[in-house]
């Protein structure tokens, strides 16, 4: 359990941040300038927050009452920075190296050769920083945190100096890690596709304040707070099971307590959990179930908010079994079909607006 | 080259070497505070650091007369309670001449110091890195281009130090009378301009030798670090 409660004002900016979670991947969202870097520089103890109080498990790193303050040294938590911060004037492997524990007789949990395999660093050891591009940087970076042996690693945005390919590459890295080590993780980021794919906690943060903190299903699918996690991405995530695979059309098969969606191919075995975003612009409305369509996706469900805004476009929500949808239709659809709240509704989903970038394995 | 001409020449070395050795380490912290901290009285402080570079080194000199001069209130002391004699020595020499490099040193540290990202620190903090570890594996050797660039500018500059050695620990030959003060006599005797150019060339050769060294380990870190 992570608990963080802490005030600061830097400059006209003002911190006033309050969670707790005890959940694997926990993530810190919100736009660049929104004070996700300050939090989690508190957690790592690179800055000390004026007053509040800092405690992961046992562990209270931080309380201003009884003036406690642990230096970051002690405090075995990872960091692994927005631009990696390698120290330029060491190799790859000393780099890797610096964090080792020097007690000999402590045995690492996490060893070296199984974070050089899982990270692929095993042809970059012997090189400097500066002859690595920006995603080796940050596998290096990542990997020179964990052998520290971090009860909790802090990743503050890493994938947001890379370009398209490169974040794919340590996306999945950083997938990895999450399933072969059980280190809490705290993911700083101010994107959605990356939030759903890696984390189960979201804290939603605005000018240095948590605006909203929750599952990452619940979160995505509050209409009140679509604004804050973008107009365009604003959508739902549901938890579902690879039901089958489709080999002739290359389509998968997912199911949910609310019935079944069909996607493109997904890369997962039969019976493994995935995670499917679906934003509401890709969702559409029939009071009636439609016939002779190309939609694959028609989801019985029961409407049960409607975003009450002005302008011609708006957000309802629909429950269909335990999982929740977004749909964004216009004003005047709400009129012409007299949706009210309570009433019973059809949620149409295209398939292939489920890209892979909406899908994650959870 | 007579043997009198060599014996110039490697005290000259000494005194030079000296300076820079016992003058390095406060160089380090004066740069690393003045890089790092902010403090009342810092441009003062920082304006101190600066002086022998703009005053005239007679005037520094002569202060080191009156301070640690047998009869000066330093030197007495120092002289009474732990033996060490400035006036008239070798050593008074390399103080001097340390005194003279010192805001050279400093300058080129501090320039080196302030160019390294802090945040490196944190992150090697957050790696469990004491505050002495962190200061000895990433500040230290960051720095090192501007230490080793400091260094032997301060050793040209001691070399060619001729004002406050001469008004402190005078002209004496065997002990105080370093290059720039055995030209000066050379100078002054008729007939010995050959010996004065002997010297000069040697100066010379030193100097260019000590600043293409710089140069050379300077590139030669730029090139470590971009490999």
Redesign the interface.
Known sequence: MLSVDIQQRLGTFELNTSFASAAPVIALFGRSGSGKTSIVNAI???SRPARGRIAFGERVFFDSTTNLWT?????????V?QDG?L???LSVNDNLL??R??LPRARPQIDSEKVIALLGLAPLLDR?P??LSGGEKQRVAIG??LL?QPQLLLLDEPLASLDGDRKAEVLTYIEKLRDQFAIPIVLVSHALDEVVRLADTMVLIDSGRVTASGSVDDIMSRLDLAPATGRYEAGAVIETRVESHNARYDLTRLSFTGGALTVPHVEADVGARVRVRIRARDVSLATREPQDLSIHNILRGTLTEIRDETGPIVDVRIIIGEAALIARVTRQSIDRLSLKTGQPVFALVKAISLDRHSVGYA | MSSAEIDVILLSLKVAFWSVLLSAPLALITAYVLARKQFVGKILFDAMIHLPLVLPPVVIGFALLMLLGRKGPIGALLDQYFGIVFAFKWTGAALASGIMGFPLMVRAIRLSIAAIDTRLEFAASTLGASRLRVWTTITLPLALPGIVTGALLAFARSLGEFGATITFVSNIPGETQTMPLAIYTYTQVPGAEAQAIKLCIVAVLLSVAALAASEWLNRKADHHAQR
């Open positions: 790592a103890g690179v230096p970051p040294e002690r405090r075995r938590i990872g960091y920075f911060l120290f330029p004037h610096y964090g524990p020097r400097k500066a002859a020179r945190a520290s």
